[in-house]
């Protein structure tokens, strides 16, 4: 995993705890059966609640594969089992770049 977008990742999620937002969502990385990843990130009351996110869909082989949306004040992906750096990455330039890395 890059270091850095998972150190920003943290410290995002540390500058974001108000109290009430670390009690919902706030954020979920967990594990799928395909085997893969799954990320949830809560965006409702943070900077990110109304970004425009461009649907992310790659698909290399049947476990390098990452799929990123944005929906209902939710950034969600699943990836697969070596993809987790990727989906940090996407998730990083996007909230401060506005950019999705190619």
Not at 5 to 28: K, P, V
Request: a negative charge; charged letters at 25%; aromatic letters at 12%.
């Amino acid at each position: 995993m890059e270091q850095d977008d998972f150190l920003w990742l943290q410290r995002w999620y540390r500058a974001h705890c108000n109290g009430d937002w670390e009690h919902g969502i706030g954020i979920h990385i967990g594990t799928i059966d395909n085997p893969g990843w799954s990320i949830k990130v809560n965006l409702e009351d943070t900077e990110l609640e109304n970004k425009q996110f461009d649907k992310v869909y790659i698909e290399r082989s049947e476990h390098d594969w990452i799929f990123c949306t944005v929906k209902e004040n939710n950034c969600e992906a699943a990836c697969g089992p070596t993809n987790l750096p990727e989906v940090l990455k996407i998730f990083h330039q996007w909230a401060v770049y506005g950019e999705i890395p190619k």
